[in-house]
């Protein structure tokens, strides 16, 4: 079968995250896709199948080591990329339409630049304040001062997510997650950066309920944030977030405000392609 490996979020390889993507996926049952993912061991694996739904180009089924997605953001914009350079052409040029268990994603082509594309982040499936028993835990989870988180909020399009706003880069760089007290929430750091930064926010991302203790670059996460510190006046329309520096990485994701739609976009590298043997 056509295998490709993907690096999204950035233009160079190696420092964005990697997906691993299956092409002409339908003969594999569930069980087959999940030891594949098991087996490449990166936070997310995919397999492009035929669509079901009018008005998509092909359908997506995402699965990290522990378990299958409804979504995920680098899997998307990686998934496109493998299915275009594979002769995908989409029924709308200039975007292609992802079939996923949240539904259809729209995801624009960047035209001016290759391998760039932004993906139209889905509603979030729940959203308002963390409550605070759960942000105490999550809090003491992560391993940061009380004092030192200044809001949080769940941001949740399929994985999961609450994200807590802390007070400087430093302080999520300096975060350390404790897996037993995460436990199967996903939890996501952010602080804004100085003026004139490398990007307007820092970010990091925690999921060890999935099999993926930190995750490089998060393209499900940085759409909920999108969402939410758009909408609540705390950055402006369009801003940058940088993610991986802990883990030796430099993932750059790009969040436009469109009237009510955020767009999450990023570069994204073809580093891997070939056949594989699962069928």
Do not use: K
Not at 95 to 100: I, S
Not at 247 to 263: K, N, S
């Amino acid at each position: 079968m056509r295998f490709s490996q993907v690096d999204v979020f950035t233009d160079t390889l190696t420092l964005g995250n990697p997906v691993a993507v299956v092409h002409d996926a339908g003969g594999l049952d569930e069980s087959r896709m999940h030891a594949f993912a098991r087996w490449t061991n990166l936070s997310e694996t995919t397999f492009l199948l035929p669509p079901t739904q009018a008005g998509a180009d092909y359908r997506l089924r995402v699965f990290t080591p522990g378990g299958e997605l409804p979504f995920a953001g680098h899997p998307t914009l990686g998934s496109a990329r493998a299915w275009l350079a594979a002769g995908g052409v989409p029924a709308s040029p200039g975007t292609v339409v992802q079939e996923c268990a949240v539904g259809l994603v729209p995801i624009r082509l960047d035209e001016t630049v290759p391998g760039r594309a932004a993906f139209a982040a889905p509603p979030l499936r729940r959203s308002g304040p963390v409550d605070d028993a759960t942000r105490e835990r999550l809090t003491r989870a992560v391993g940061v001062p009380a004092d030192r988180v200044q809001a949080a909020q769940w941001v949740d399009n399929g994985p999961g997510w609450a994200a807590l706003l802390l007070a400087t880069v430093q302080d999520v760089l300096d975060a350390r997650a404790d897996r037993d007290l995460i436990g199967a929430q996903a939890v996501g750091l952010v602080a804004p950066h100085p003026a004139g930064g490398p990007a307007d926010v820092e970010v990091r991302a925690f999921h060890p309920g999935v099999g993926v203790q930190e995750d490089p670059v998060t393209g499900s996460l940085a759409a909920g944030l999108g969402q939410w510190l758009t909408s609540a006046g705390l950055l402006p329309d369009r801003f940058t977030i940088r993610q991986g520096t802990v883990l030796g990485r430099r993932g750059l994701i790009r969040i436009a405000r469109d009237g009510e739609q955020v767009w999450v976009g990023g570069d994204t590298v073809l580093g891997v392609q070939g056949t594989v043997a699962l069928d």
